[in-house]
């Protein structure tokens, strides 16, 4: 099947669309079939994915807007194959151990073409296109949390909407001017991202462009100072709401700069390195420490993910194969673990109905499953070894120490103060005597709760123990970039910065 | 004793007038037929009307390209071909609402059919032609057809509204034929294209820049005021407000499109004859109407204001199109257009799917966000149209208006106007929350309860062109192509 990765993006979005007439009450078994449907066919894509392949694999190119350069492009590689398949399984997860009532059915739908969009960021390869799914999944975010959040949801919906709206108008503006250089070079109008990347820019030109996709990005990740948005969408947001929007949504950002910035602009990025690194550490240290002081477990959480993000960025702009599929890796394992951990958040609270941690204490005295699993997430989350959160986390150590021994240790500071804020949540919630009254009672978790969480957990330690079949895909699509980057860039700085991994010249694979 | 002109009937090319002709006979036809018998429904009239434009629109669909007619005043050329096409297309989708289920005073009248015919052929009339006479010509009998068209709409504040029009209309009037005076003046011509020549030949001459300043001054207080471009903004929330829903969607485009077919027109070629200061002028009004409408939209307590703010600040933002002076910024100022049409239509005709007997909401307003909470509880087909209608004028792609937006701002990026392309950008990034209010209005909040005093006013033609607009809203990336090609070829090749 050559055309999987539309029917992918267009699966959900009719399912989406037959789901109005589907009835309420079979709404629920309606979406968890198409989205199990869906993640199967992820799967295949995976395995009929060739791995020994760097480049663009399952392309597919209709011209929609010949004249404009417009045209229907999509593909997959090494780098984004596995943000798809991460992409499914967590709509999947998320969809099963779903907990709201309300509106279900409206609910569902909307989680099906937030999925639609979510894999059409992921697979286009014009940037247009990319820009259309980019945009589009605003809307069923906006939905999800403006109708099931808490009682500040319109406002926490409409600022996180507004934020990336303008974040990604000036990036349109930036690839605009990629158009119109590529244009005025070529004599073609193109919007595709593998013409874009033969561009040679400029040094000047690539700082102003690399300043405007960097604010798209940015706010998305969100990089501080960017990222008040996200403590309040998290807060309002609904458990799946939260669930996909730090498992997928800020991916998208992180993704971005894989795919734009630094194929396309490498002297920049190089350039760069610092500023990036400078922010990244603040982000990391200053929202672990502000992630200490919270007092309701989901803020905790969603601080937590931010401060990782910042460990993601600070590989993105390692410039070496380590560095970035480091970083490649870890938005998999934040994906999975900080999406595990808002879950777990979630069962907490239909239980209690509050997420104060004040209101907890013994808990594993009462429901031992759920402390164990959240246990597990838990060490993920810090970076213990053997769960997935150390793979990335050293790999993405281990290349930043090229560029800056100092500042790797900064960053490194995530783990420590990681272990600090995540282990005051465990101990205040889980030991101790039970104090309060409502706690004695509490169930563990439910069939539907075990089964969603059992398969993250059993991902979270085999890719801790055994990460080659993801690793080696991620590494030679990233190993084709910098082989490329390094032959694209101008500066001798930058030629000197990105590192291309010697497995890669030898076998001369150039993208 | 004067000499007998002779004029052969074929050097006239009369086939360029046909398509005023058409709809000045159609009104004709009309009239006539009420005074045969008075007793016949308006869906006799909407259906002649709509026969009348279709005919309206295969004559001018089938005009060639550069000829000019009838003694040189008429010219057919790529826009005036286009633009004609736009209108006529625009007046087509705004018949049918006519036939409400809702008795309206206005539609049972068979002289609005007629008013509406002779307002479309003057609109055509003053894009036909470079001849500054008939522009004010054709300008005047379509603003005075519009100005009895609000006023029919039976209410105090359409009379406030039709009289509001007509007095800062008649000031714009008196501004135009002043203008046109001192290019007269000038050049002894009011034939643009002589016009272009006598100035490019005496541009070095002392005291010349003066008069013109004087003239494109007046011109462009008169074009600012149709285009509703700020400071002469003033007049279109009121405006739009008095007069019915679906004639204010309709006002925020057709008119605007007339408008700025002249200013391409008389503007175009004073940036061709390289008069710089004309296009730091459009500029400014440009950048100045969108940013400033926009953020008087943001504090609008009523959709229908809110809307015709949004629909000044668009204006702005094609108004600096113009200002380029390129093939592709005359492209996009047009394409804009053929897609903000529908959406725009769809979606002031969505204001009327309501209506209340008393102001049931708000004592001020008709249409405040209130009356749209919770709309997707109540009808929740609607709420989903208008929220589409609302993302596409936010500029959310894959909607037809993002596609409208992306070509001017790539225009802007290739005559080199960057930074205008980026406050393009933050503008659409303003204007996203208040559509963005409406949603909220109609998505996440709980109805105002007691509704049971609303009379829908839901149509099947209503609903047709509302659903027509919605396809048209969606499914604009598979016929932007199209769409652009004819539209830059026809621009191109009447050298613009």
Redesign the interface.
Known sequence: MDNILSVLIFFPAIAGLLGFVVDKKSARAYGITVAAIEFLLSLWLWFSFDTGNAGMQFVEMIP?????GVSYYLGVDGISLFIILMTTLMTLIGMVSMSIEKDIKNMIITLLFLEMTMVGVFVALDA?VF??FW??S??PM??IV??WGGPL??YA??KF??YT??GS??M??GM??V??VY?SLTGVWSFAITDWYALVLPVNYQLWLFAAFFLGFAIKVPMFPFHTWLPYAHGQAPTIGSVILAAVLLKMGTYGFVRFSLPMFPDASVMMITPIAVLSIIMIIYTAMVAYAQKDMKQVIAYSSVSHMGIIMIGIFAMNSEGIGGSVFQMLSHGIVSGALFMLVGIIYDRRHTKLMSEFGGLAAVMPKYAVIFGIMLMASVGLPLTIGFVGEFLVLLGFYEISPVMTILAGTSIILGAVYMLSVFKKSFFGPVTKEENKNLKDLTAKETWSLVPLVAIVIWLGVYPKPVLDPINKSVNAMLVFMEEKAITAEAKDIIKVPQSATNAGEVK | MFEPIKVSLESLNLVTLAPMLIAIAGGLVILVLDLINSKLHKSLYVMLTILILVVDFGATIGLNVNERGFFDVMLIDGISIISQLLIIVASILFTPLALTSKRFHEYSYPEFFALFLFMVAGFQFMVASDNLILIFVGLETASLSLYTLIALHNRSNSYEAAVKYFTMGALAAGFFAMGAAVVYALTGSIELYQVAQVLSARLGETGIMAAIFGSSVLLMVTLAFKLSLFPFHTWAPDVYEGASAPLAGYMAIVPKIAAFVVAIRIFGMYLDLGIEWVRVMILILAIVTMTLANVMALVQEDVKRMLAYSSISHAGFIMAALALDTTEGTTSIFLYYALFMFTNLGAFAMLWISRHKVRKFDARYDHPFSKFAGLVQIMPMGAVIMALFM?SLA????FSVF?GK??V??AA??AGY?WL??IM??N??IA??YY?KL??YM??KDPVKDVDTVYYNLSKPLMVVIGFAAVTTIAA??Y??PL??YL?YMISASGY
Request: hydrophobic content about 70%.
């Open positions: 929609l807007i010949p004249d404009f247009i820009y259309l945009e589009l605003l809307v906006l939905y403006g109708a949801r319109v919906a409409i909407f507004l709206f303008m108008l000036v349109l503006v605009l001017f158009a119109y244009h | 993302l500029g959310v792609p894959p596609w992306i070509y701002m790539q990026v290739n960057v392309a980026i950008g933050l659409a990034a996203a929350y963005l949603v909220v998505f996440l990336i598979f932007v192509q652009v090609s830059y």
